[in-house]
Nanobody, 128 residues
């Protein structure tokens, strides 16, 4: 059984930082893209960042470029999201996900429908 477990969410003031982590179990994902999405109340789930296998390419939504950094550790089967200079509009539930349909994919096109495995989500709240 595949399980993705996020951690690291919480409440932070604007300008602060948080680091989200996601641990995968049940199978290894070293050759597949892994990503982070978020969903704010009343809004659709949106792409935040993704990382290709072997960390060859990292992709970011325009809204987080220069502030967020995605990374992965294939030996530990984990993916992380370092979030700096947080803004109130970053408030959302953050989900990690794995795309097992595009092994060895290196590109910038990521949508929620392409990801098959999802974590339960972790709340990030940024106060002004």
């Amino acid at each position: 059984q595949v399980l993705l477990t996020e951690s690291g969410g919480g409440l932070v003031q604007a300008g602060g930082s948080l680091r989200l982590s996601c641990a995968a179990s049940g199978r290894t994902f070293s050759t597949y893209p892994m990503g982070w999405f978020r969903q704010a109340p009343g809004k659709e789930r949106e792409f935040v960042a993704a990382i290709s296998w072997r960390d060859i390419r990292r992709s970011y939504a325009d809204s987080v470029k220069g502030r967020f950094t995605i990374s992965r550790d294939n030996a530990k089967n984990t993916v992380s999201l370092q979030m700096n200079s947080l803004k109130p509009e970053d408030t959302a539930v953050y989900y990690c996900a794995v795309d097992v349909r595009r092994e060895y994919y290196i590109g910038d096109y990521y949508t929620p429908s392409q990801f098959d495995y999802w974590g339960q989500g972790t709340q990030v709240t940024v106060s002004s």
